[in-house]
């Protein structure tokens, strides 16, 4: 894959909305379907073209890139976000140096996309499949990601299953950052670059 900012902008904001979602869900048990199923995608998606095709389309990232733009550090919900980003950050270098962990999930989400030719993406069975896989492989590499929310939500089982199935898909958007060359460095010193791709991509999106 190239190295480019628009392919670290697009792979981003896959983080920020997954994020965004869990936070939605944490506080509403519920959230936006379609948002919801471009997050789920990008964990069947294993052969993509190019880094777009990970998530559809532009236009299905637009929560991503407006939670970019607009809240990352800029409001107190924002840095609510920003201390998950953090989190899943941190918990994909932990996966990315553990090679027995790589193998387990991607033989975890082979059997996800086996699953695919049986039930539903948004089947409360799958969705329940994915929470396990990172609950099983992802959760134990670091310290829990502590999402905060309603507890009338968050004590309820499919709260728990959307909010995990979504920690699995910013991991799996945060391996992807990684892969095309996303560094810490760039969210320092190339944060207002990226800023303005995503709003390019929003723009014409």
Not at 152 to 163: D, E, G, I, T, Y
Request: a positive charge; charged letters at 20%.
């Amino acid at each position: 894959m190239a190295y480019t900012i628009y392919d670290r902008t697009i792979a981003f904001a896959g983080i920020c909305q997954a994020m965004k979602l869990v936070q939605t869900v944490a506080r509403t048990g519920t959230c936006d379907n379609d948002a919801f199923v471009t997050c789920l995608r990008t964990l069947t998606s294993t052969n993509p073209n190019n880094v777009i095709e990970i998530f559809g389309e532009e236009a299905d990232l637009q929560l991503g890139l407006s939670t970019m733009i607009n809240e990352i550090d800029n409001t107190p919900a924002g840095s609510e976000i920003t201390r998950y980003l953090v989190s899943v950050m941190a918990l994909e270098r932990k996966l990315a140096s553990r090679r027995d962990s790589m193998a387990q999930l991607g033989d975890r989400i082979d059997m996800v996309k086996r699953q695919l030719d049986h039930f539903d993406l948004l089947d409360d069975q799958m969705i329940s499949n994915l929470a396990s896989v990172y609950l099983d492989i992802i959760s134990p590499l670091g310290p829990r990601i502590q999402v905060t929310g309603t507890p009338a939500q968050l004590q309820q089982q499919h709260v728990q299953h959307k909010v995990r199935a979504l920690l699995l898909a910013a991991v799996r958007s945060a391996v992807l950052w990684r892969q095309v060359g996303g560094k810490r460095r760039h969210l320092i010193f190339g944060r207002k670059q990226m800023l303005e791709q995503a709003k390019i991509i929003q723009a014409r999106s």
